[in-house]
């Protein structure tokens, strides 16, 4: 396959339309349940859904990618099992998956449809990655946020498979698949139930001085001043206060957006083969904009020409902007 697809998020049949009507190669997406990681109210796909939408993909030439990215508590893994069935019933062109067992059951099972690794696995080593490869036929793995380029490049001598990293977005770093935080809160886990900061937890109260605080299961995660927007509630991206530090601070990480607009020619030259775009909570106009500015900048980079990003800098979120690892020349 050529180098540089360009992989689109689908959080609602209405997004998944408008990824592909805006240029998408592939659109990812998941069932309204557990087995995927974006399992919020109002997202994702029915059996019914999923069928028409692969339907309006297929016929403009756009795969579908359907994530079942999560680990199935023990006894409980039919939920994964069905949605596999189900997934390969309407056409699915490959399954994102990160655990063992649901990628061992696919590979058996459906051992025509291709499989791709989740981000959610975190295999960040060729040993790991040639693992998935050898056992389960993974033909594709999404890179965890936390190499740099040469890395990354080394990564594609030593594996049999294709490369997938994100290029924009939610730059959530918390050692993926292995965040316990959400669940230490809310009794919900990020890796089994899908759901990062449920919304039934969460709540925004106004303070007498005008200012708003954002919480999560009666918790304070952050808060904002009367002229601040006050954002989504997660723990890893809260500020927090300490004796040293009472004003305030980022104790995990601060809220910055992914963008390698300007590395993508440097990742085509590293052999990265699909560009992920994070985003299935995201709204129409969002997809239509990003999946856009991306499409023609990864036409223009194909053509030699010099590809003009300026217009993502007002789709990020949060008010900085980052290369994250990508950007780091040393080999570690």
């Excluded at 990824?19 to 069932?31: I, Q």
């Excluded at 390698?260 to 995201?282: N, T, W, Y």
């Excluded at 993502?312 to 080999?331: H, I, R, Y």
Aim: aromatic content about 8%; hydrophobic content about 40%.
């Amino acid at each position: 396959m050529s180098l540089a697809e360009l992989i689109c998020p689908a959080g609602t049949p209405a997004a998944l339309r408008t990824a592909v009507d805006a240029g998408a190669d592939a659109v990812y997406c998941g069932f309204q349940d557990a087995t995927n990681a974006r399992n919020f109210p109002g997202l994702n796909f029915t059996p019914d859904e999923l069928a028409a939408s692969v339907a309006y993909a297929h016929e403009r030439g756009t795969k579908v990618l359907l994530a079942l990215n999560t680990y199935p508590p023990a006894g409980k893994v039919d939920l994964w099992r069905q949605a596999a069935e189900t997934g390969a019933l309407l056409g699915v062109d490959a399954f994102i998956v990160a655990d063992m067992g649901v990628a061992d059951y696919i590979a058996r099972t459906y051992p025509e449809i291709r499989l791709h690794l989740s981000v959610q696995a975190a295999a960040s080593s060729p040993e790991a990655i040639r693992y998935y490869c050898e056992n389960f036929g993974v033909k594709r793995v999404v890179l965890p946020r936390i190499l740099t380029i040469p890395e990354i490049r080394q990564i594609r001598k030593e594996i049999p498979c294709e490369i997938e990293t994100f290029i924009f977005g939610n730059h959530g770093l918390m050692v993926e698949g292995r965040c316990s935080l959400t669940n230490y809160l809310t009794g919900q886990s990020t890796n089994m139930d899908g759901v990062c900061s449920p919304a039934s937890d969460v709540d925004y109260v106004r303070e007498p001085d005008g200012s708003m605080s954002s919480q999560l299961a009666g918790f304070t995660i952050d808060r904002f001043g009367p002229d601040e927007k006050a954002g989504y509630p997660t723990i890893c991206k809260g500020r927090y206060t300490a004796p040293h530090r009472p004003e305030g601070y980022y104790a995990f990480e601060e809220p910055v957006s992914l963008n390698l607009s300007r590395l993508l020619p440097e990742l085509i030259d590293a052999g990265v083969h699909a560009f992920k775009i994070e985003g299935r909570q995201r709204s129409k106009s969002y997809v239509r904009g990003v999946v856009s500015a991306f499409r023609a900048a990864v036409d223009d980079i194909r053509a030699g020409r010099e590809a003009n990003m300026a217009d993502l800098v007002a789709l990020t979120e949060g008010q900085k902007q980052t290369q994250g690892a990508f950007q780091t020349k040393k080999w570690r």
